[in-house]
């Protein structure tokens, strides 16, 4: 774990909101980062994912902005602990905790090969949800107040053929989220669940099918954090994904099954690590 950091005023100086994102190394975390910083330029950042040399870039862009570099991998509890009891003891609680790594590849339960990866987009997708939260939670609920939002997904809403890993962790997440919202509601924290649709990023750079409504990530960027800011509790992005997601949880079985058997399915990994 490493942090050197860009635009280092002491706590005393930074004003603006104290900010954390996991996987903000690129696409969507990156984008969030942006956004945050364009808005509080003055907030303080706690960027975590493992690709040190790309958090460095993203930090030096959010210049004013001062900013910590946790370059850990999110399955990492004990590393993930160490950076949250760092932060903390630096900037206070954070604001805002967005949970936003995320892995993403398709996987046949047929394909005894693909039993790493489902063991492993659980792991990141679900488990280190918990994970990050939790190593933020007891500093934000000692003051009584913040806000925790987590990146679920569209493909969370029903289950879609060669995604089972991918969408069974989007679902357990959205699910997570609201008992944690319900959890969290009496200690003053905020729970906000962001869904997206199809926004372009490194992850999506690898579908190779038809995209609806595909965003760019900036765009994105700037709905999810008017969404955080307002506290909303769940949120598709974008817009019209929304019709899409109530329409998907509302279609019975025998006409869902005969709409998305067929659907294009996600590559899968073979050999390959995630
Ligand atoms: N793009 C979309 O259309 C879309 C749609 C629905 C949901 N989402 C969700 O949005 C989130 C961000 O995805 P994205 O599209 O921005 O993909 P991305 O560009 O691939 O970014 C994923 C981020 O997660 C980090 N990450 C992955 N595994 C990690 C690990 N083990 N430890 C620490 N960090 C890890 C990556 O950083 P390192 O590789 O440096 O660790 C990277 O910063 C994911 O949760 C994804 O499921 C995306």
């Known amino acids: 774990?490493?942090?050197?950091?860009?635009?280092?005023?002491?706590?005393?100086?930074?004003?603006?909101?104290?900010?954390?994102?996991?996987?903000?190394?690129?696409?969507?975390?990156?984008?969030?980062?942006?956004?945050?910083?364009?808005?509080?330029?003055?907030?303080v950042f706690a960027l975590v994912a493992r690709r040190h040399d790309l958090l460095a870039l993203v930090a030096e862009?959010?210049?004013?902005?001062?900013?910590?570099?946790?370059?850990?991998?999110?399955?990492?509890?004990?590393?993930?602990?160490?950076?949250?009891?760092?932060?903390?003891?630096?900037?206070?609680?954070?604001?805002?905790?967005?949970a936003n790594a995320g892995i993403s590849?398709?996987?046949?339960?047929?394909?005894?090969?693909?039993?790493?990866?489902?063991?492993r987009i659980i792991d990141v997708n679900v488990v280190a949800l918990f994970d990050t939260f939790a190593a933020f939670l007891p500093a934000m609920r000692a003051e009584g107040r913040g806000t925790l939002a987590g990146i679920a997904s569209v493909a969370g809403i029903r289950g879609l053929p060669g995604a089972g890993a991918y969408s069974a962790s989007k679902s357990a997440a959205i699910t997570y989220?609201?008992?944690?919202?319900?959890?969290?509601?009496?200690?003053?924290?905020?729970?906000?669940?962001?869904?997206?649709?199809y926004i372009r990023t490194p992850m999506t750079a690898a579908n190779h099918y038809r995209m609806p409504f595909l965003m760019p990530a900036d765009a994105f960027a700037r709905r999810a954090v008017g969404a955080i800011d307002a506290g909303r509790s769940f949120v598709v992005i974008p817009r019209p994904m929304r019709v899409v997601a109530l329409v998907l949880r509302a279609l019975p079985n025998w006409l869902y099954d005969a709409l998305f058997a067929?659907?294009?399915?996600?590559?899968?990994?073979?050999?390959?690590?995630?």
């Not at 980062?33 to 003055?42: G, S």
């Not at 067929?262 to 995630?274: D, E, F, M, Q, Y």
């Open 1 to 43: 774990m490493t942090e050197p950091d860009a635009g280092c005023p002491s706590p005393a100086q930074a004003a603006g909101p104290r900010v954390v994102i996991t996987g903000a190394s690129s696409g969507l975390g990156e984008a969030l980062a942006l956004e945050y910083a364009r808005r509080h330029p003055r907030a």
């Open 61 to 98: 862009r959010l210049a004013p902005a001062t900013v910590r570099t946790f370059a850990l991998d999110i399955t990492d509890r004990d590393a993930l602990n160490d950076a949250a009891e760092r932060f903390v003891a630096e900037f206070g609680a954070p604001d805002i905790v967005i």
């Open 105 to 119: 590849a398709g996987t046949l339960t047929a394909e005894r090969a693909d039993a790493p990866v489902f063991r």
């Open 177 to 197: 989220l609201e008992s944690l919202r319900l959890e969290e509601r009496e200690h003053g924290i905020r729970v906000v669940t962001i869904a997206p649709g």
């Open 262 to 274: 067929r659907a294009p399915r996600k590559a899968r990994i073979t050999g390959g690590s995630t």
